[in-house]
C-alpha cells in the first residue's frame, strides 16, 4: 500500500494496510502545508497540517512529513479503513493569511 | 458548532446570466476564501476576504466577484456566466487567514447551460 516519490492519480490498498500518498509542492518559500481528503459530494476535510519548520507531525492514524529539500509532502494513514477512501489533495501556503494553492489529488480507494 | 454553510447547493444557469452565491462562516471566523473545483482544473483559489476587504485575489477574470459582510458572511457573484464557469464553488472560513485551518463547506454546484 505504498506510493513513495512519485505522485500517482490512484492508489488501491487493502483495508488495515498502510497507506502513503505523495505530493510535490511548488513553492520553497511556502510556509504551511495541509491535508484535505475530499469525500464524494461534499467539501474538503481538514486532516492535518504541518508549519515549514517542522519535517514531521503526527495526527490520529495519520503522519505529515515535509520534505523541504526537495519540496515533497506525504501523508501516511495507519491502519486504512474502507472509510478513507476518498480524494486527498495537498495545499500549500506562502504563510498564514495567503491563499492555498492546491496540488492534483489522489484517489485513495480501500477494499476489505 | 455549526460548520461552513452555503447556499445553495446547486444551481442551473444559462449563458450571459449572472449568479450569486452565499457563504455563512463558523462563527467566530473572520476570513473567508472561495475556490473553483473543475476536473480539469481542480481547485483554484478566486479571493479571500477578511474584516470586509479582499485580502487576497487569484487569477480570474472580472467577472468574478465579491464581497463580505460585518458578520462574516460572505457572498461571489458571476456575471455574464460562460460554459466554462460550471464548477463546484467552494467557501472556507478561517479565524484569522486563508491558509491557517481553513475548513471548507459543502459546495455549490453550479452548472451553466
Known amino acids: 500500500g505504498e506510493n513513495v516519490g512519485l505522485h500517482l492519480p490512484t492508489l488501491s490498498v487493502q483495508e488495515g494496510d498502510n497507506s502513503i500518498i505523495n505530493c510535490a509542492y511548488s513553492n520553497s518559500a511556502s510556509d504551511y502545508f495541509i491535508w484535505y481528503k475530499q469525500e464524494s459530494g461534499k467539501g474538503p476535510q481538514f486532516i492535518i497540517d504541518i508549519r515549514s519548520n517542522m519535517d514531521k507531525r503526527q495526527g490520529q492514524r495519520v503522519t505529515v512529513l515535509l520534505n523541504k529539500t526537495v519540496k515533497h509532502l506525504s501523508l501516511q494513514i495507519a491502519a486504512t479503513q474502507p472509510g478513507d477512501s476518498a480524494v486527498y489533495f495537498c495545499?500549500?501556503?506562502?504563510?498564514?493569511?495567503?491563499?492555498?494553492?492546491f496540488g492534483k489529488g489522489t484517489t485513495l480507494s480501500v477494499s476489505s | 458548532k455549526a460548520g461552513v454553510t452555503q447556499t445553495p447547493r446547486y444551481l442551473i444557469k444559462t449563458r450571459g446570466q449572472q449568479v450569486t452565491l452565499s457563504c455563512s462562516p463558523i462563527?467566530?471566523?473572520?476570513?473567508v476564501s472561495w475556490y473553483q473545483q473543475t476536473p480539469g482544473q481542480g481547485l483554484q483559489f478566486l479571493f479571500e476576504y477578511f474584516s470586509e476587504t479582499q485580502r487576497n485575489k487569484g487569477n480570474f477574470p472580472g467577472r468574478f466577484s465579491g464581497r463580505q459582510f460585518s458578520n462574516s458572511r460572505s457572498e461571489m457573484n458571476v456575471s455574464t456566466l460562460e460554459l466554462g464557469d460550471s464548477a463546484l464553488y467552494l467557501c472556507?472560513?478561517?479565524?484569522?487567514?486563508?491558509?491557517?485551518?481553513?475548513?471548507f463547506g459543502q459546495g455549490t454546484r453550479l452548472t451553466v447551460v
Open positions: 462563527s467566530g471566523h473572520r476570513s
Open positions: 495545499a500549500e501556503a506562502l504563510q498564514a493569511g495567503t491563499a492555498l494553492i
Open positions: 472556507a472560513s478561517s479565524p484569522s487567514g486563508g491558509g491557517t485551518e481553513a475548513f
